[in-house]
């Protein structure tokens, strides 16, 4: 049943996968190829969109306009975790997608004409500015870009000086605008709440000021940079999203899916990693006889299996229950497949890691990019410990209710 | 979804619960004041069973009489697993359970007269003698049990000789019947296959040497015996369940809904465990403030609810597999739901105890005995290790036929 | 290095090696079966005392009255963690180890006369009343028995009120003598600060409620009371150990040592465990080979090679280093060893467990038992959780020096 | 005790203390900052180099020349594990100090004049050409580069054939031999013996095929090779290492002492990030207060601490075993430290890198780069598994003669 599509949902989903399997993984080589730091995207990729606009299979998050599930979507981002290029190749790849949701619920008009309309055809690209090297973002208060009000020939704006990092997606050849979280100054007060500008990448003040590694690893073409906003200034049309405190509101909107399709997608990545762990130990032998009849092996195997198993079907469900009763609701569930999910995944790569040997370490398979990719799921979009205070907060909440004390005296 | 039942079961499930919360729980203190070994059965639950059958939920395990299905059963097993009583006071108890679907599968008319009827009718109970103390019972291929073919006053028949144990319920003052796992021996040789009997448990020859205990508990009144059989002459008429050698085949076929219900008992009995960790945070106070505010208890909660959502959610979707494709297809599933399950519910069960400090450790919560039950739950029915292998190996098969490789070249 | 004695310290762990070998594990048995509650000490433990204190080997926790160390009487400890009678066959036994202790440190000549020398000679067992069922005795603040003022025909003195639980040792028939933790009380006022006093057990006002289990086990004949004082007066010469208010002193000079001899014992155990385990693995054969020559059997023994190795060797050291600067300068790695070696020893436990089947769970082998001990290890003396807290404000303190902070303005 | 020196270490000891905390740790930045792939060593390093000889803290691995022990080395280890070039700086890095001791065991006159005096001398470096990338070298029986013998200009010699990977230091631009294992080839027949010979790097016939990286790093300047030697003619006299077929005698010797090298610089870099981890958290506020005042933070810290100290004495006191009765008779322990100190070191790392958030993903700190490392040594010089193996049939042939059966019959 956890398996199972809606109608709308199924054609796609079958679209999908033959499109990743029979076009995307097997371009994964020649991209790599020919990538050339933050230069050029390369042509395959663009090819590749072209192919899956052509199929129908575009900007699948946008649920409602396919008229599918976020349970459906989360079996589409299983798919999509299978090959690097996937969700690049389908318009449906971080932070844009948080982006154009944010922009469609919250956007005015013009905000949408020139900036989501793009990101929606896929021409243009953007990122997502939020956390801050000098203060702890885990707790997003900490957030302290500055919006000074400033009105200049007459037009009210803003002057945002700040410093982000992390800025996925910055440095792509293509981005054209940055969604960033700050809070209004006036008259040298600094606003307890939070609010989100839309900025063009390009304003006079703003810099990449580096592109970060993970691990090793640059991401380009897509990368995460750090940006530095010195007096930039902008309109209040041009923008302000929702209005001036709303930046809290807007940026919880983007995450209760958004985490189904993160831990879909690193599912997918984990069953392709036990997939080649299994096929190694088939094929390889060692002290007489394949891997995969000693025991050790099995032992691995049977592992990865329940943790692959577990991971998947408690998203799915989360998934369900977004569907059904939305996602603040669903709250605790998606804070619990946050921290939860990453770890279960990681235990996988680890061992089709070390199954592989020499090889595992190295650029001779996904595995350590995987590794390194799904590490950092369990600090983005908030680390593990803050999500494990969250699901804390609503058991001893559900289990004041049931012994009939009042949720303030405690909590 | 996963918590769906069809429309036949939502009536019986609602009655159960209410059973169990009102009537189940409360009793289990006097149940536990009125115990005396394993003289008798204490009125407390033979009232409670008399209520269970009055109110149609009554041999609920035997899902095509009430056309229900392993789904649904398994919510209801879950609901079981709140208390020590409730599997007792509605007759789906193992290994009663069982020994009934063995009857009704591969009785005789005559068996199913004898032993059938009263067991469904819950005055009579049974036992199932498999596990044997001189060999490695996890390979159940070891089990030595002898069935001598001999022929008394012209009647063909068996005397069985060998010595079991772990014989759960053969100390059941109302314990009439065991279903016995052997092996027939002809002209001194001992087939290689597997057969077995029905055995009336107070056959001349049949010894209750001693009551095994589960860490210090000896779980009267049902208990688990060590059982000596010498000599024990049965006719083939009475006694024969199905054919000679089906043993395994008629072993197998009480595992895979059998798995279903231990599983979700023993997350039944988690969920009970974590609301009684959580009640305790947020009612005991160190170091200023309660246990729930302290950042360690909140790490503790968060684990223990991922691992209870996890372990619910393959079981019933092994479940549900179950009903789609059937336990033999779900064969993987099924072994994986048997290693996984009590692993995840031990580490919560523990982290209770351990909030619990000295309280926890002793009978003054159910806590030990919950976590002694459910440790050999890692035992019973095959070792986790066992069970690693059966996943493993069809892992290996699918990845094989995925590969285009032969299975018979590789495993 | 490690397992170095000094030299006054190898005769003597020569001779209680050979005797637990030879005497004290042979002796199980017979102790199990004479066995009756806590009517009686098996007369097989009373010899073996009297054959011990024959050997010299007595009382040698009292390690200045042999010239050892507290790291050769570890290595002494260990050994005696490999026979259930060991400890107590040489007056070794908590806890009355504890207990002599602190008369011999703070005991007025009166008390040492009275209850030390019997102590010391093992015809008087004693026990500590600190743990109280009503309060969260983890943070030890929180007891909270009164020691009310009271004279009494003209002799000053205390009225002792109070529950206490897991009073090991209380119900033995020996027991003369407990150590009491409370607060005295003047004109109705607590004391912020607790006293210890001494408390014939035998008082008018001592009630021995009941006897807890630990899992199932009573622990006959040396058992868990619940104790109840109601209005236990006692003549202040008698009874005050040291002065009003220094009972955290006292409790915390127990301490130190005590948890090296408690971490050894636990280790000899589990060495004890490991050994039965390898020896099972070795001669049981599954699916056509000896257990020991499958790769899961493999993995078990090595992990629970490097476990073993762990533990003992943090805890060797612990006991070096009390040596070396006393056990208040190494209060952090004896709070380190309080948790991280009864994890060690559970795990190694729990496997042995796994290895034998259904003989792992039962009476049949002392690894039920062994579990049930260690895992109180985990509350006892102080829960896990809060060792760590006393680690991490060491490890801070000491980070805070290095970066030259003062402590004071972090912690 | 663990911590003693002899007294010919402590100078020395004390010397290295100090050169690396003043300054190799210093010099890091500037090493990376003017590092240019493979094609210089950054004059900071051969700085640091110059001043270490002066110091006469170099070759300290060779520990006869210094009259120093195996633990005294430990200890260095770790204190050189605390600077990512404290080794090079020292000439005690891998593969170099594995070499030279392989050369100075058993290489001619003439091979010692040749390579032993500059690789010590330090201006030269080396690689050991062992792992393959098309068998599994996990089961070193499989290396199959072969060495077919054959006489040019009447001179004996071997034609080396194969392709090696893994070979760390191929790619310095100062490395000038390769120490390689094969396998003799006379008229056709391979040997099932292994061989080593020194091949200079420079010989026709061999090539750098690639740089390997490890995660995303390639580790410049001394990096990970795939070489291909294709028919690369070498005299016997010059290239033979010892006699044919004495190449596992030869592989094994290495092993040893350096895997005590590589276990404590381990641990010394788990120490840096030990300490970072606790600073940041005192200096870094979430949710109104210090990170370090949080539980899970307490509990992080905790878990490490005993994590150190346990991986820190294992290795100790194995050290200290070698030195004792020698490697050999030590093989079990160095197995047993070789697969839990990477465990211990990289939950410590992964600790560390969470609490820095996004900082701990990238450059900014040397943590994933020591994660990258660290995750390495679980593979390097046999995976975990083989090691595992190792210690199992290590303890199974200790139980089997204190049973007292014959070692044969079992293993």
């Not at 004390?405 to 909590?411: D, H, M, P, Q, T």
Request: charged share 25%; with cysteine; net charge neutral.
């Amino acid at each position: 049943m956890i398996d199972a599509l809606t109608p709308p949902a199924r054609p796609l989903f079958q679209k999908l996968t033959t499109f990743i399997d029979a076009e995307c993984r097997p371009a994964e080589e020649e991209f790599e190829e020919k990538l050339d730091g933050f230069k050029i995207i390369p042509e395959v990729l663009l090819a590749l969109q072209r192919r899956a606009k052509e199929l129908g299979i575009w900007n699948l998050f946008m649920t409602h306009l396919h008229n599918i599930t976020v349970h459906d979507y989360g079996l589409m981002s299983e798919q999509m975790g299978t090959s690097f290029l996937a969700a690049y190749a389908t318009n449906c790849a971080a932070p844009d997608t948080g982006n154009m949701e944010v922009l469609h619920d919250f956007g005015t008009a013009l905000q949408k004409e020139r900036f989501l309309g793009p990101l929606m055809d896929g021409g243009m690209r953007s990122a997502f500015l939020m956390t801050e090297p000098d203060v702890a973002s885990s707790d997003a208060r900490n957030v302290c870009t500055e919006f000074k009000k400033e009105t200049r020939s007459g037009v009210e704006g803003y002057v945002v000086s700040g410093r982000k990092w992390w800025s996925t997606g910055a440095e792509d050849p293509r981005c054209e605008v940055f969604v960033v979280m700050g809070r209004v100054v006036e008259n040298s007060v600094m606003s307890k709440h939070h609010t989100m500008l839309v900025v063009p990448s390009k304003s006079p003040g703003v810099t990449i000021v580096r592109s970060l590694t993970v691990f090793g690893y640059d991401d380009a073409p897509f990368g995460h940079a750090e940006v530095s906003l010195d007096d930039v200034w902008v309109s209040k049309e041009d923008s302000l999203l929702g209005e001036e405190g709303a930046g809290f509101k807007i940026a919880q909107s983007r995450l209760g899916p958004g985490r189904i399709h993160h831990c879909m997608r690193a599912i997918g990545l984990a069953r392709r990693c036990f997939d080649v762990m299994v096929e190694r130990m088939l094929t390889r032998k060692v002290f007489g006889k394949e891997m995969a009849r000693h025991g050790m092996s099995q032992e691995k195997i049977a592992d990865c299996k329940s943790d692959l198993d577990c991971a998947r079907a408690i998203t799915l469900l989360c998934a369900d229950k977004i569907d059904r009763i939305g996602a603040k609701a669903a709250r605790g569930d998606i804070s619990m497949i946050k921290y939860a999910v990453p770890d279960f995944v990681l235990r996988i790569v680890d061992k089709a890691m070390q199954v592989h040997g020499g090889m595992g370490m190295c650029e001779d398979t996904m595995l350590p990019r995987a590794y390194s990719y799904v590490r950092t799921l369990r600090i983005a979009d908030g680390p593990d410990e803050v999500h494990k205070m969250v699901v804390a907060r609503e058991e001893c909440k559900a289990a004041l209710k049931r012994m009939g004390i009042a949720v303030g005296s405690k909590l």
